[in-house]
């Protein structure tokens, strides 16, 4: 394995990172709410009447990118999974939060600057099922 330099954007990654801590830190300040996607999203289908802002925080992860767009342009996107295996991943990745309680961006970002036990637990498990998911994948059935 090695590393692709020329697609390699600290710069950009760094300031992402620092807009999704500064947006979850003020939701939880401003709110009182974790930026977790998965229960924000959940959030909708039910009988709630917070659903304002979750349609606002929402719209605003859907909004942002194509906003950017004319700023920064199109970033060149290449999957190389078809749309049946993606499908099942992101039934898997869904499975997952609702079995963990909550999704990456709930757990990982939010638990874990919260020194949450139970975030650390989960991301942990995040990570090493994803490690697990790309070896067997990749190395053992070969794809």
């Known amino acids: 394995m090695s590393i692709d330099w020329t697609q390699f954007t600290p710069v950009t990654a ?81 499975l997952g939060t609702r079995y963990g309680a909550g999704c990456t961006s709930g757990h990982g970002v939010c638990g874990l600057s919260r020194f949450s036990v139970r975030s650390i637990v989960a991301t942990a498990m995040f990570m090493l099922t994803g490690f697990l998911t790309v070896y067997i994948v990749r190395h053992v059935w070969g794809a």
């Open 14 to 94: 760094l300031a992402g990172g620092a807009l999704i801590g500064a947006a979850s830190a003020i939701l939880l300040l401003l709110n009182g709410r974790i930026a977790g996607i998965s229960g924000i999203t959940g959030g909708l289908f039910q009988k709630r009447s917070d659903v304002a802002w979750r349609l606002a925080f929402l719209t605003g992860l859907v909004a942002a990118p194509i906003l950017a767009i004319p700023l920064f342009g199109t970033p060149d996107i290449h999957i190389d999974a078809d749309m049946m295996t993606l499908a099942v991943a992101g039934l898997v990745v869904g």
